[in-house]
């Protein structure tokens, strides 16, 4: 596996196309630093049929880079790098980029929307998925460790399922370690463990997990997402204190007093974090049978944001959060072939290997079924709609 090169004035090919593949947040990054540097990119690429410009670019399909393999290719995307890295070499692209020098430049803030100065923020995380690039490598951009199933809101539209719990609890950290621990002897890197629920400080215990897994050299970062709305307790504070953690507090402008208590007491602490305004969600609708071909569902797939979103559930490691719980739920059919089961000791490690790489290059999901497909580009809902009781449905068994 060939490693991509740093694009920058000094290393990209003269005379040839400039194209960002990715037409999304990193694409913005991607757009706004090849502007200090003088330069306007000629095309976007992206998988998604709906945008057909960026930043006033055109916006091309994959199909389309055939007649551009000789191109200049940022990848502008960190969920979704190596996937973009192996369909482009695939197609015979000789010329890829990745971001590092791009991500090092001084941006101006003030001309990225709230979420590419997110992203800007946390350039490490790129960073070290690019550094990350070996060949026979069982590598994770990120793993999303749910702890508990409660939240102190009531979403009406959670893609994480939250608002149909009837009676939710918190996760048994403790016995479900071994099964973690079992996953990350597995693997070679997980470039960021995200710790969430529900809202996750509703969990008194969650200091546990970072202490436990703070040190382990597998582990690059570790974020924690909250809606702001609970100050957690001394000892998961002082868990937040470490180098490897920050926290992503989500602003719905519900909640902006109990956030603004939040921010003092995290600024007192000396606890780095990140506040990001939500004005809209992607709709993902709810858990009913689509009746999806396999084609629908690789479409489904394929323009899903969380279609990387690796999530370790009481003891399983699925690909989807929202499949995690709608399996969790009882919504849908517990499909086998979707997930990794780390709840047995006497398993072969062989083959819990095998089946994450297997898991890592699914290209649909039975849970696509159940899911009304959240676009990627389309931010088509308001974000955090109350409702007052739990959303009822009818489980399968």
């Known amino acids: 596996m ?133 060949e026979d490598r069982l590598i994770f951009n990120r793993i999303q460790y749910v702890v508990s199933e409660r939240c102190t809101l009531k979403c009406k539209d959670c893609s994480h399922l939250m608002q149909y719990y009837q009676r939710p609890e918190d996760i048994d950290l403790c016995g479900y370690k071994p099964a973690f621990d079992r996953l990350l002897d597995q693997v070679d890197c997980i470039a960021e463990l995200r710790i969430l629920g529900g809202e996750p400080f509703m969990n008194k215990n969650m200091d546990q997990l970072i202490c436990w897994y703070h040190e382990s050299s597998k582990i690059q970062n570790i974020s924690v997402y909250t809606n702001g709305t609970i100050i957690p307790c001394e ?60 084609e629908q569902k690789k479409e489904v797939f394929s323009s899903c944001f969380e279609r990387n979103g ?41 083959d819990w290997k095998q089946q994450l790489k297997k898991l890592q290059n699914r290209s649909w999901l039975e849970g696509c079924n159940y899911c009304g497909g959240p676009d990627n580009h389309v931010q088509s809902i308001p974000a955090a709609r109350q409702i007052s009781q739990p959303v009822e449905y009818r489980p399968l068994y």
């Open 235 to 294: 000892a998961i504070l002082m868990s937040l204190q470490k180098d490897k953690v920050k926290v992503h507090i989500s602003n719905y402008k519900i909640n902006e007093d109990k956030i603004k208590k939040l921010i003092e007491v995290f600024e007192g602490y000396q606890i780095r974090y990140f506040l990001r305004e939500y004005d809209s969600w992607q709709d993902a609708g709810g858990v009913e049978l689509r009746n999806y071909s396999v």
């Open 310 to 350: 690796f999530t370790f559930l009481k003891g399983r490691l699925y690909r989807c959060p929202r499949e995690a719980h709608a399996m969790n739920l009882k919504a849908m059919p517990d499909v086998r072939e979707d997930y990794v089961d780390f709840m047995y000791e006497d398993a072969i490690k062989e």
């Open 2 to 134: 060939s490693h991509t090169i740093s694009f920058s004035n000094q290393t990209y090919i003269k005379n040839e196309p400039i194209i960002i593949y990715g037409a999304s947040v990193y694409g913005e990054l991607a757009y706004v630093s090849l502007k200090q540097m003088g330069w306007i990119p000629d095309f976007y690429c992206d998988k998604s049929r709906k945008r057909k410009e960026y930043f006033g670019t055109k916006v091309i399909s994959p199909e389309e880079l055939e007649g551009f393999k000789e191109s200049n290719i940022i990848i502008a995307s960190a969920d979704f790098f190596y996937e973009i890295k192996k369909e482009l070499e695939e197609r015979g692209c000789s010329n890829l980029f990745d971001m590092t020098e791009m991500l090092k430049m001084d941006i101006h803030k003030e001309q990225l929307s709230n979420r590419a100065r997110e992203m800007y923020d946390n350039k490490q995380n790129y960073m070290n998925i690019v550094q990350n690039q070996l």
